[in-house]
């Protein structure tokens, strides 16, 4: 990959840490919130760069902090040869914006309307007080060696289970009060290596509201074994339990004979199918799988190895339509499901499900109730995320295009599937309309999920 | 040591009780209550419980329970469409579980569950005069209208109509037990304009028509409906053209059930749509491939006709054959409905399928 130079057009503010402003910059008072964040981001790796005043060329792949040059480059001369770089390119490259700072990756120069996607940055340092369970849990994410929705929830509360036990409240100060603002960085640490997930979202609501309900006269120790109860109750009762209870649920959808067709991998989804298939029921299985992660490939493994191997079909989303005339029943998995009842799973779900629906074919989610968001979403750009150059490198074909000068790679990691493509959401309470999904945490008697 | 004594002496009184319990027979009690003309089988299915109670000679809640459950799904398997009893015995089951009770004594407790199960049992009876009087403010006058079937509910908000306003009638023939006809008469004796179709000459009658009004089966958790087959045609046909399909439910068919498809009904067996047997047996090799298709009375036939070798044998068929090869409800999904009038209200399919995970998943 180039080190930037100063033909990157991109690379505009990137030292103009200062007042004089570059004529081509707009105002700040007219730029969107977004690319005042932008700026201010530019320029915080700016100081930290030349705070460094080391070039950090060897970051590891895709991934380089960008604006190596301004430690080479005095300030005043590489603004002056940029503004006048920028004037001759504002025009044509009105739409193409580096988001290299933020992403992490200099060639990157995605369209403006994906730049809110967010790379997962390089953790290259690391600040503050952080525990290394984190900080190893924070490169497992980052590297996507853990992945899914259940699994990352999982092992952010195990890791905080060890981050609570080494605690010691500082004198002066009560558990209760003060754990929370332990446990921030160690938070803000592990969103940044990757967009916190919803359910770790929720998980971490409902640990906040233990800690901060916590005795203030119970001895540490018993607070905080208290604490990690909780925890392993939380991880017990809205994932393990649930995860059985849909099982059961969805397995008595399942009817010999049928093909299930499912997407990429859900935990869920594989214990159900691994669970059905073990009680007898003969059905196949169609894998419907797609790049950059091709993340079916894992599961299919799963289903074919072992003892009682279940037939299947591996096909990658071209083949859909061929395929799905075939099919019985679609199950999916979800990484979060909005109170509209519209589901945010991985990128192709949406597709699947609205194949299946043209196609007459009911379309089952199975999602455990703590996926919930209150929030509402009405497509996948409003939030989603980049898959990162390494991990689609690594999964999927090495002889992949990659991104150049004039070419701009996109892969979401996530896609919305509108409730009317959805026949039932499977979760632990029962099978539930997609529509009524707003109504089961009140049913539930609970204000936070 | 001494509870063992105890229950030692219980369990040999219960013995000969056991005997008499026997004797009780819930479907033999339930067939009794149905015959009344006014009962639906949730309702007689409740009431058939409360008798169970009535007869059970259990000492804790727990046995109670179980009794009440084996009691229903003796009901279950000797009735033949079992949909719409169920939602009846769910609904009691769960209420004799939930029920917040104080008595003392498991008698008086006993005594409390038969009250209250009869007494929501009266009740439920005036959940149909409730239903017609909302209903009414949803038929114009001079509508045309196009019902399903027969169906109380129905018969009891066309005839309220009647006393207001001027309707008119088209109702189908609701094949193969012809209970259309039945409404019609019974709409004619009242001095509806009445006219009885062909259930095939829905789609040609629809345009005519200036909305759809059915009863139900069963509600289910999709907010969908389950109805004397024939109601998901209609619907299918309302929805093409664009008129409004009414469904009247009282709020004890509300059934936490969710049929993925026609054939995740509980009533779906391997009977419906079987196709004839072969005259000529089929190559082997195709056989196992239809999932339809079931295998042990296929091969039967295969033995069966081989030594005949007729090859062409007179094909008969009667209308019982017709009739064991259909079902004799279908499920009409919840876009296809434009609202479901219950004594809870008039709501839309999303409205039931709230009200169902409110009152189940709590």
Redesign the interface.
């Known amino acids: 990959m180039p080190v930037p130079s100063l033909t990157d057009p991109p690379s505009t503010s990137t030292p103009a840490a200062a007042p004089a402003k570059p004529q081509g910059q707009p105002s700040q008072k007219s730029m969107t919130k977004a690319e005042r964040r932008e700026l201010q981001e530019k320029q915080r790796a700016a100081k930290a760069a030349l705070k460094t005043q080391q070039p950090q060329g060897g970051g590891g792949g895709g991934g380089q902090p960008k604006a190596p040059k301004n430690p080479a480059a005095p300030p005043k001369k590489s603004q002056s040869a940029e503004t006048s770089k920028q004037g001759a390119s504002a025009g044509k490259d009105a739409i193409t914006t580096a988001d290299d700072t933020t992403g992490g990756n200099a060639v990157s120069r995605s369209l403006r309307i994906f730049s809110h996607f967010g790379l997962p940055k390089q953790v290259s340092h690391v600040k503050g007080d952080i525990h290394p369970a984190i900080i190893r849990l924070g490169l497992l994410f980052s590297e996507f060696k853990i992945c899914g929705a259940n699994a990352r929830c999982i092992a952010t509360l195990t890791a905080f289970k060890s981050v609570i036990q080494d605690y010691t409240t500082p004198p002066n100060h009560t558990l209760s009060r003060h754990l929370m603002t332990h446990l921030s960085p160690q938070i803000t640490h592990l969103v940044s290596a990757r967009p916190m997930s919803v359910t770790m979202g929720n998980a971490i609501r409902q640990l906040k509201l233990e800690i901060s309900g916590s005795d203030i006269d119970m001895v540490e120790q018993d607070a905080k074994d208290a604490l990690c109860l909780k925890i392993d109750n939380y991880i017990r009762d809205r994932i393990i339990y649930a995860d059985e209870v849909i099982q059961d649920l969805a397995g008595s959808?399942i009817k010999d004979?049928d093909v299930i067709l499912t997407f990429a991998r859900s935990s869920v989804v594989e214990k159900i199918l691994l669970n059905a298939y073990g009680k007898g029921k003969k059905f196949s299985i169609i894998v419907v799988d797609s790049p950059p992660l091709l993340e079916g490939k894992a599961l299919l493994n799963k289903l074919t190895s072992g003892p009682n191997p279940i037939p299947c079909t591996y096909a990658l989303l071209p083949a859909l339509p061929s395929l799905i005339t075939e099919v019985t029943?679609v199950l999916l998995g979800a990484h979060a499901l909005f109170s509209n009842g519209a589901v945010y799973s991985r990128a192709g779900t949406a597709l699947v499900a609205m194949m299946a629906k043209g196609h007459g074919v009911?379309v089952?989610v199975c999602c455990e109730t703590y996926k919930f968001s209150e929030g509402v979403m009405v497509d996948g750009f409003g939030k989603n995320e980049s898959a990162p150059m390494k991990v689609t490198k690594s999964t999927g074909r090495p002889e992949a295009v990659s991104p150049s000068q004039t070419l701009e790679i996109l892969n979401p990691l996530y896609d919305l599937t509108p409730a009317t493509f959805i026949?039932?959401v499977v979760t632990e309470?029962?099978?539930?309309?997609p529509?009524?999904i707003s109504?089961?945490p009140?049913?539930?008697?609970k204000t936070i999920l | 040591m001494t509870s063992m004594a105890s229950y030692q002496p219980v369990l040999s009184i219960s013995k000969p009780e056991n005997k008499e319990e026997n004797q009780f027979d819930i479907y033999e009690a339930f067939q009794r209550i149905l015959k009344d003309e006014q009962m639906s089988p949730p309702l007689a299915a409740i009431l058939a419980l409360t008798e169970v109670i009535e007869n059970s000679n259990a000492g804790t809640m727990f046995e109670l329970v179980n009794a009440l459950k084996d009691g229903a799904e003796i009901l279950k398997h000797r009735t033949p469409n079992p949909i719409s009893l169920n939602a009846g015995c769910e609904l009691f089951i769960a209420f004799v579980t939930l029920l917040p009770h104080d008595s003392a004594n498991f008698l008086d407790l006993k005594r409390e569950l038969i009250r209250q199960g009869e007494q929501y049992a009266a009740e439920a009876l005036t959940y149909r005069q409730k239903i017609a009087d909302l209903a009414v403010g949803f038929i114009k006058d001079g509508s045309v209208i196009l019902t399903h079937s027969y169906s109380r509910v129905v018969m009891q908000t066309l005839l309220l109509a009647h006393k207001r306003k001027r309707i008119s009638v088209f109702v189908t023939e609701a094949r193969p037990r012809g209970l259309g006809i039945k409404t019609a008469e019974a709409l004619t004796a009242a001095g509806i304009p009445c006219s009885v179709i062909l259930d095939v000459a829905v789609a040609y009658v629809m345009d005519k028509v200036d909305f759809v009004l059915v009863g139900s089966e069963a509600v289910v958790e999709s907010g969908g409906l389950i109805n004397a087959v024939g109601s998901n045609q209609i619907a299918i046909i309302a929805k093409a053209a664009n008129k409004p399909f009414y469904a009247l439910a009282e709020s004890y068919k509300f059934h936490r059930l969710f049929p993925l498809s026609q054939y995740d009904l509980p009533s779906h067996n391997s009977k419906i749509l079987a196709f004839t047997q072969a005259l000529q047996p089929d190559p082997p090799g195709l056989m196992g491939q239809n999932p339809a298709d079931h295998s042990g009375s296929a091969d039967k036939s295969q033995i069966k006709m081989s030594p005949g070798l007729d090859p062409h044998p007179p094909v008969k068929i009667t209308q019982e054959q017709i009739c064991q090869n259909n079902p004799n409800v279908d499920y009409t999904r919840p876009d296809l409905i434009s609202l479901v009038f219950s004594d809870v209200g008039s709501l839309t399919p999303e409205g039931v399928s709230q009200y169902l995970v409110g009152m189940f998943a709590g």
């Open positions: 959808k004979g029943t009911p089952m026949t039932a309470v029962g099978l539930i309309p529509s009524s109504s089961i009140l049913a539930l008697g």
